[in-house]
């Protein structure tokens, strides 16, 4: 790969990184502060210096002792210079904290510890950031686990090998009863979106151990890392180029940066990045992405962390969703789908799945197709857009055998069961390839040759 070839992919991920609505972030907040736009900094430093980002705490503390963007106050000054200085704040912290501290009275400390028990560090520990002992490696499973890995090579992209492209793709994959993956989700890959798809492949075509309740198979949950890497080795000057210069800038406080090198280090070392946390960085100057990646890592289908920790990863995944993060709302409707019956119901939870949708996402773009061609909710159901969707998606569904259910569902609603008959068939024969038990399609193709259609959910492991 030449230095354009690497250079052209840093900056395809950089604004993947950057995409969303408008949301507070530190390059935001000090863009606005130069502009002198002093009441929008502020707004943008508030929000990031409540989930501990130190550079946006100093700066909110200055900025209410010098009645910048706001009202002069220097109980909150004083607040926010006590929370900054404690996360290792400079010295012009200690000298507002020196010279405030002896005109406070009882009042005035009250409303200190007010802020403090909110947004210090240890309110910030119990209820956000991830606990050391934890993050960013979760312990492994005894079983749900891979035991026959398909080889990469086997779906290496030609495209990506003309080009001698390198990367990985973390994924988090279903495993049923039978073994085998069901409906693998791809949750972050580098570079963005090149080797998602094969990824995929590779996960279908793996073997898996299921889960074991009381001497049963049960279905489960998997996360692993794909890695695809070129014959040639002529890239990797360029590409080590791009990681040190991301890294550079990284540890200079660039939070794109910091969650770009996050993801060389997914890439060129374990299933989560294991030294310093740089997408938590990331994540509380205010990227998307980088809370998305906290969130999903902590509350993931495929986490064992303790359920506090839990509760930490579906915080930064809400944050994420609300910056329009199209990854977090796939996330957050996927999880309540899989342990919320009603979910199926719940409007948020379409909203969730649209709005990804919209954004071009794979999953929430099958996962509202299928709960729209047959879904338990008869009235969510709507076969047509169902099959407008899938049909107009830029992903090639072609190889998946639930979106080819997903189909025959919505051909079968519409009453057209000579198609679904099609769509069953190529359905059962894909499912049959990768090793599935297809006893429940089978059960879906008896009752479209019978002309009756069905309703239920079809991503069911």
Known sequence: MSRKTGRRTLFLVAAILSASVAHADLAGAQKAYAAKDLEGAFQQYLEIATLGNLTAQENLAAMYVDGEGVNRDNVLGYAWAVIARENGGN?????????????????????????????????????????????PRAPPQEDCRITRPANPDDSYPDAAAREGLSGSVVLDVVVSADGRAHNPTVLYSFPQLVFDNPARLNALTSGFTSKRARGAATPCVIRYKVRYRPQSSSNEAAMNDAMNKARKLAEQGDAVAQSIYGLFEVDRGGAEPVTRNWFLESAQA????????????????????????????????????????????????????????????????????????????????????????????????????????????????????????VIAAARAQSGNFTEALVAQKRALKLAHDFGWNTAPMQERLARYQGGAAWTGNLLAP
């Open 91 to 135: 010295a012009a912290m200690q000298n507002i904290i020196d010279q405030l501290q002896p005109h406070l009275d009882e009042k005035s400390r009250a409303r200190v510890k007010a802020v403090v028990d909110l947004y210090g560090k240890a309110a910030l520990a119990e209820r956000l950031l991830p606990a050391p002992q934890t993050y």
């Open 286 to 405: 205010g990227v998307p992405f980088s809370q998305y990646v906290v969130g999903i890592t902590l509350a993931g289908e495929a986490s064992t962390l303790p359920d506090a920790e839990k509760v930490k990863g579906f915080a930064w995944l809400k944050l994420a969703a609300a910056a329009g993060q199209p990854d977090a709302k796939f996330a957050l409707a996927n999880y309540s789908l899989r342990h919320d019956a009603e979910a199926v119901r719940d409007p948020v939870v379409f909203a969730w799945l649209e709005d990804a949708a919209r954004a071009g996402h794979r999953d929430a773009t099958l996962t509202l197709a299928a709960l729209l061609a047959a879904g338990p909710e008869e009235s969510r159901r709507d076969p047509a857009r169902a099959l407008t969707l899938l049909a107009e998606s830029k992903w090639v569904f072609d190889i998946d055998a639930t979106a080819q259910e």
